[in-house]
């Protein structure tokens, strides 16, 4: 299977593309070049070399006497390393033992000198000269003059092809490995490995190509660092002037009022935190706090802390669930999704669930509440910073988008995963899972 894998993707691959290529023109060379030179070569044969080849076999036909001698004919075939057959109503006679059935010839060429006939005749894939002395049939062939077809001198111009093309292709191969790297480059630039670079040695374009990237990288780093710094830095800025706001509200005599500035002001603080939160954990260089925590001791801390008036319903298993994590920001986590659920859910209609089992190797946190739902082209996105299914941001409709996004920073950093299903005006369940 992983052989056939190679062989499919080496076939999309430029340098896959190449060898093809030149296994192409090397087969329409064969077929043209090799078919005109093969009609030269017969061309040539038939006006310039048969002429003096028959013109000798004329002496050696005449050395035979007539009639045709066989013990002469046996001599000059060990001589002159020739295959002589000499065939007539009374014998058939040959140098090497194999005799020819003449109705199995096929006549290719002719020639005539002094007046008599010679016929170049295949036989059996092998070619002899035919003409005729008296009332005998006399044949002459050179033994192995080419090599027969099956035999290992007939395929060893195309073993040698085949060794050429693993050649090219090991060739074409190392020429274009670059390629590779610059992928695999990109790709792990692309899944947040921003400090990754290239590493080609090389002086033509590819080396320049992989050159190129590491700049633009570098460039994109710089850019999401100055990005990362300054919004960390006007953060960190806002939490003095709310916390001084707060402090100033607390002289106001209408208590309404300071009320609603108050709720204002920590949602603007909420908001700062998830913010620098986010940041803390987009970075490649995140630590987190793992210790061996009890999973529903935290859930039950969050419930007393943050909900303990809002109706909510816990399904927590009687066995102890114990996980290694960073309990303050899977705290954060398991929060933000009740807080989510209950925000979508209507004092009419049930209230949010929230279940903690463990699944197979898994942890597993569901929130589910029983709100309007969510349209499915939504879903997608939901996990996306600052985006909302309500474009409308009401605090009766939900907070800022970064809930969610939060949440699943938080799982991914735990090695875990964040999923949302949805159906409208039943509601929404989101799941997460940690493994154990």
């Known amino acids: 299977m ?67 001698d066989p013990r002469r004919a046996q001599q ?5 390393n020739l295959e002589i057959q000499i065939i007539n109503n009374q014998r058939q006679w040959s140098s090497q033992g194999r005799v020819i059935d003449l109705s199995d010839i096929e006549i290719q060429h002719s020639h005539a000198i002094n007046g008599r006939q010679y016929n170049l005749v295949i036989y059996e894939d092998r070619e002899y000269v035919m003409t005729e002395v008296d009332d005998s049939t006399l044949l002459f062939t050179v033994p192995r003059l080419r090599p027969e077809r099956g035999s290992f001198r007939g395929w060893l111009p195309f073993v040698i092809l085949l060794i050429i093309l693993l050649l090219l292709y090991h060739g074409t ?20 490995e921003l400090d990754y670079r290239i590493n080609v040695k090389r002086r033509d374009e590819l080396g320049e190509l992989g050159q190129s990237f590491n700049s633009m990288a570098n460039d994109i780093q710089q850019m999401l660092e ?36 108050n709720r204002e002001l920590d949602e603007m603080e909420t908001l700062i935190e998830e913010l620098l939160e986010t940041e803390r954990l987009t970075t ?15 859930v039950s801390e969050v419930k007393t802390s943050y909900f303990e008036t ?13 996980i ?3 309990a303050a920001r899977i705290k954060l986590l398991i929060k933000n999704l009740i807080d989510n659920a209950v925000r979508h859910t209507s004092e ?18 569901q929130v589910t509440d029983t709100g309007p739902g969510i349209d499915e082209k939504h879903l997608p996105h939901l996990t996306e910073p600052f985006y909302r299914a309500d474009p409308s941001r009401q605090r009766e409709t939900g907070g800022y988008g970064l809930g969610l996004y939060l949440c699943k920073i938080i799982a991914e950093a735990h090695d875990g995963n964040l999923q949302i299903k949805s159906i409208l005006g039943e509601g929404t369940t989101v799941t997460v899972t940690l493994h154990a």
Do not use: C
Request: proline letters at 5%; zero cysteines; glycine letters at 4%.
């Open 310 to 322: 809002t109706p909510l319903t816990l399904s927590i298993p009687d066995e102890t669930i114990s």
């Open 348 to 365: 009419d209609t049930s209230p949010p669930h929230v279940v903690l089992h463990e699944d197979a190797n898994n942890v597993v946190i």
């Open 284 to 298: 490649r260089h995140t630590v987190l706090n793992k210790t061996r925590q009890n999973l529903n001791t935290l």
């Open 2 to 68: 992983k052989l056939w894998q190679k062989v499919v993707k080496s076939r999309h691959s430029l340098s896959g593309k190449l060898v093809l290529l030149f296994v192409v023109m090397a087969f329409l060379f064969v077929i043209f070049v090799g078919s005109g030179f093969r009609h030269f070569i017969n061309h040539h044969f038939r006006d310039n070399v048969q002429p003096h080849i028959v013109k000798y076999l004329e002496y050696v036909q005449a050395d035979l006497g007539s009639p045709p």
């Open 324 to 326: 290694d994590v960073d």
């Open 173 to 192: 191969r190392r020429l274009f490995s670059p390629i590779e790297t610059i992928q695999a480059g990109v790709k792990r630039f692309g899944q947040g």
């Open 226 to 261: 100055a990005k990362r710094q300054l919004l960390l830095a006007i953060s960190h800025e806002l939490r003095s002037p709310l916390t001084r706001a707060k402090v100033a509200s607390e002289f106001l005599d209408d208590e309404k009022q300071k009320t609603l500035i």
């Open 76 to 80: 000059l075939a060990k001589e002159l």
